[in-house]
């Protein structure tokens, strides 16, 4: 519905534009509310912008609206939301899936836990 948006955004993240990709999923938040593929991919950005209990909000969110829907993505919410919070734990791994995430964006070095 909105591909093209969702590219772009896609895009700006994979070259470091986190803000950029940021405002997208704002705009397309107000278009289309309580998409939980739109939501997801928005957690990604607050991971990406170090900004992990905004990620953590939005992956509940998503979370929540794939299980209304019976869709199955709620389990890649909460295990994203789980390795979220065990990244003190396990920083290495969190560490990986930060830099997956970013689309390698991001390196290892610059990633604050």
């Not at 396990?90 to 991001?106: L, M, Q, T, W, Y």
Request: proline share 3%; charged share 25%; with cysteine.
């Amino acid at each position: 519905m909105y591909q093209y948006e969702i590219d772009t955004a896609i895009n700006l993240k994979r070259s470091g534009d986190f803000d950029g990709a940021n405002q997208i999923y704002i705009e397309l938040n107000e278009k289309c509310p309580n998409d939980p593929d739109i939501i997801m991919s928005w957690a990604k950005i607050f991971i990406c912008l170090g900004q992990y209990d905004n990620a953590i909000e939005k992956y509940k969110l998503a979370s929540a609206l794939y299980q209304k829907s019976g869709g199955s993505d709620w389990m890649k919410c909460e295990a994203q939301i789980g390795g979220i919070k065990n990244r003190f734990n396990e920083p290495d791994r969190f560490k990986d899936f930060v830099v997956a995430v970013s689309g390698n964006s991001i390196s290892r070095e610059n990633i604050i836990l």
